[in-house]
């Protein structure tokens, strides 16, 4: 078995369907950005502290697949969950679950990208704008695909993909906040990703802010959702 094969298969680890699940239940991921390891790192801690336990830490983090290594040894897997961000090819998707990630997303569709990630059984979620982008990802074998960038497209772009695609599970990036959570979910997204609006404290080292910012979001998910989680 290869030494990929063997990450990811660690024992306690959550597998590809569980994952998914949890990312459906949770219904937010937070998406980690920073310019050094350390900002990151205070940003993932304060979410985590605000209820948010599904952390995608991008690859324009400085040494990303490090700080991926180390939040997986610092956090219980079944708790927290880990995953990579902004990955754009199989390399990156391979070094990213070495590292121990327990999702790959990216921000396009890249077949090749999702092909490494099914070999080795992780959760994958490319980035679509289209239904042809949409309809090849569910051809490739995905199971939920971002809406990137949501804020171009809106709550109405969503809800008209699902109309030809009521069996897609639609996750928007960029754009979420407070103000529209409600309507993303209202127009049929079944989580959200939640990056600048998230972690704008994190420019001033505000992570208190981030941190409540976290705990509001998460309210206000419940709230929509009916309490569900």
């Not at 324009?60 to 961000?85: F, M, N, R």
């Not at 990208?113 to 990802?137: D, H, Q, S």
């Not at 990703?193 to 976290?214: C, I, N, P, R």
């Amino acid at each position: 078995m290869m030494m990929g094969a063997r990450r990811v298969l660690k024992e306690g680890r959550m597998n590809r369907q569980q994952v998914l699940a949890a990312i459906k239940r949770c219904g937010v991921v937070a998406v980690i950005r920073g310019d050094s390891h350390d900002k990151a790192l205070a940003s993932v801690d304060a979410c985590v502290r605000g209820g948010i336990k599904l952390i995608e830490v991008t690859f324009t983090v400085p040494g990303a697949d490090k700080l991926i290594a180390e939040l997986c040894a610092k956090y219980d897997c079944q708790d927290v969950i880990v995953g990579a961000g902004s990955v754009l090819d199989p390399e990156t998707a391979r070094a990213a679950i070495l590292a121990g990630a327990q999702f790959v997303f990216s921000p396009a569709l890249n077949t090749d990208t999702i092909k490494l990630c099914n070999r080795y059984a992780v959760a994958v979620v490319p980035g679509i704008f289209t239904p042809t982008e949409a309809v090849a990802a569910l051809e490739a074998g995905v199971d939920l695909v971002k809406l990137f960038p949501g804020d171009v497209a809106g709550p109405k772009g969503l809800k008209a993909l699902k109309g030809p695609l009521p069996q897609l599970d639609i996750m928007p990036t960029g754009g979420v906040d407070l103000s529209n959570v409600a309507d993303w979910f209202k127009a049929g997204a079944c989580a959200v990703g939640a990056g600048s609006f998230l972690t704008k404290g994190a420019k001033t080292g505000d992570y208190a802010a981030v941190e409540q910012t976290a705990r509001d979001l998460v309210a206000e998910i419940e709230r929509v959702r009916g309490g569900a989680r």
